[in-house]
């Protein structure tokens, strides 16, 4: 069966510092993966998405970026983290369908 | 341009009313999916249900149901009997057969005993 992991579950991070968080999938071959961003009491908004190996689209120009080095490993990153990027960072697989997107636990970032 | 809206930003029923949260999209798409998905205080987001834009049957499932009208751009979802357990925030998404989920901002419903 398939499964998503992705972590950390909480961090911390001074405004400045460096990020990257991790998502990995299981269990299924050349997935699309998506990275989403919840802001504190906010909708969830698409921040990347990724076909394949190398292949990253960008929804919203913003501080932070995002790399697919394997096949199920898509990874979102910061140079210098903001205030503004604190928020619930959710990653996502779709099956090859299209039919159906499963979420990871996700990621609750604090900038302070 | 594809958009969703979920105009209840909160709701707060007594437990065992039945309660009904709406959703309004817009797309220019024949074949599309809708999807609810529960998300509780935890965060994940937990999946409800799938449709496609061919299906316009109602379903139910235990004490959730969902209204699918096309006439309307709508895709409600009805809770009856609702539960302490109940109480999350509801997105309702929209996507392309092959694209990206697009999401509502939610609504939030408190169930109180």
């Known amino acids: 069966s398939q499964t998503i992991h992705q972590w950390p579950a909480t961090l911390v991070q001074p405004v400045g510092s460096p990020l990257s968080l991790e998502c990995t999938v299981e269990?299924?071959?050349?997935?699309?993966l998506y990275w989403y961003r919840q802001a504190a009491g906010r909708g969830l908004q698409l921040l990347f998405y990724?076909?394949?190996?190398?292949?990253i689209s960008s929804e919203v120009p913003q501080n932070l970026s995002a790399s697919r080095p394997q096949d199920r490993q898509f990874i979102l990153s910061s140079k210098k983290l903001l205030l503004s990027d604190s928020g619930f960072y959710l990653c996502?697989?779709?099956?090859?369908?299209?039919?159906?997107?499963?979420f990871g636990s996700g990621t609750r970032l604090t900038v302070v | 341009a594809q958009k969703v809206t979920q105009a209840q930003t909160e709701i707060s029923v007594v437990e065992k009313e039945d309660v009904t949260l709406d959703c309004v999209y817009e797309t220019r798409d024949t074949t599309y999916y809708l999807f609810w998905y529960k998300q509780p205080p935890s965060g994940e987001l937990v999946f409800l249900i799938r449709?496609?834009?061919?299906?316009?049957q109602n379903e139910i499932s235990g004490r959730y149901s969902w209204n699918f009208q096309k006439s309307t751009s709508s895709f409600n979802f009805t809770i009856t009997a609702s539960q302490v357990v109940d109480s999350a925030v509801y997105f309702c998404?929209?996507?392309?057969?092959?694209?990206?989920?697009?999401f509502g901002t939610g609504t939030r419903l408190q169930v109180f005993p």
């Open positions: 269990g299924t071959s050349n997935p699309n």
């Open positions: 998404a929209l996507s392309r057969y092959t694209d990206k989920l697009i």
């Open positions: 990724s076909v394949g190996i190398g292949q």
């Open positions: 449709r496609n834009s061919f299906d316009e």
């Open positions: 996502a697989w779709r099956d090859g369908q299209g039919y159906g997107y499963t």
